[in-house]
C-alpha cells in the first residue's frame, strides 16, 4: 500500500518557479575519437497555490514544459520529446471532520525518433557496427551498433489526462473513512 500526498494549496498566495537547462556545451565523450551524443534540456517549472474561500477552499496548480533533444550512440537524429505537464488541484474543508479533494493532470509527452520500426521496408537499416577508434594489438574491440537511417525510427506518444479525487471523513480519533477514486 502506497500513499501519496499531492501539494494543496492554502490561506496565503504562494508560487514558484524554476529553470532547468542542460545545454550541449556541458556533454563530454570519455572514449577517444568518439564525438559526444548530444543533449539538450530546457524545463521550466511554474506552480501557484492560494484561497478561494478563506479557511474553507484552496486551490494549487503546476505547469511544466518539457523538451529535450538527445542522441543515443550518435544516432544520425535526436529523440526529441516535447510536452506541456499540467496539475490542478482543489480542497475543500466541508466541516471540521469533512475534506474533499479534486485534482486534474495531464501529462502527454510526445517523442519523436522515438521507437525503432524495423528493418521490413527498404532502406530502413536499425544499424551497424562501427569503430572510430583505433586498439592497441591484443586489445578488446570499441565497436558499437549505431543507427544509421532516420527512417528507421517512430514517434512514441504518453501519457493522457488523468481525474482523481479523494473524500476524507474523521469519524473519531481512531477512525478515519476515506473514498478514493
Do not use: C
Request: proline share 4%; charged share 15%.
Amino acid at each position: 500500500y502506497m500513499n501519496i500526498v499531492t501539494k494543496s494549496g492554502g490561506n496565503q498566495f504562494h508560487g514558484s518557479a524554476a529553470l532547468f537547462v542542460i545545454a550541449q556545451s556541458f556533454n563530454g565523450s570519455n572514449v577517444e575519437g568518439i564525438p559526444a551524443n548530444r543533449r539538450e534540456d530546457y524545463q521550466p517549472d511554474l506552480t501557484l497555490g492560494g484561497p478561494i474561500a478563506r479557511d474553507r477552499i484552496w486551490f494549487f496548480t503546476a505547469y511544466r514544459r518539457v523538451q529535450t533533444d538527445q542522441t543515443f550512440n550518435n544516432a544520425v537524429v535526436p529523440v526529441e520529446r516535447r510536452g506541456n505537464l499540467w496539475f490542478a488541484k482543489v480542497t475543500a474543508q466541508m466541516r471540521n471532520n469533512h475534506r474533499l479533494q479534486v485534482s486534474f493532470q495531464y501529462d502527454r509527452t510526445i517523442q519523436a525518433n522515438a521507437i525503432f520500426r524495423g528493418t521490413v521496408a527498404p532502406g530502413r537499416n536499425l544499424g551497424q557496427l562501427t569503430s572510430a577508434t583505433t586498439t592497441p594489438a591484443g586489445a578488446l574491440s570499441t565497436a558499437t551498433p549505431q543507427i544509421v537511417s532516420a527512417s528507421a525510427l517512430g514517434t512514441l506518444v504518453k501519457g493522457r489526462p488523468l481525474a482523481s479525487f479523494n473524500y476524507n471523513w474523521v469519524v473519531s480519533s481512531t477512525k478515519v473513512f476515506q473514498f478514493v477514486g
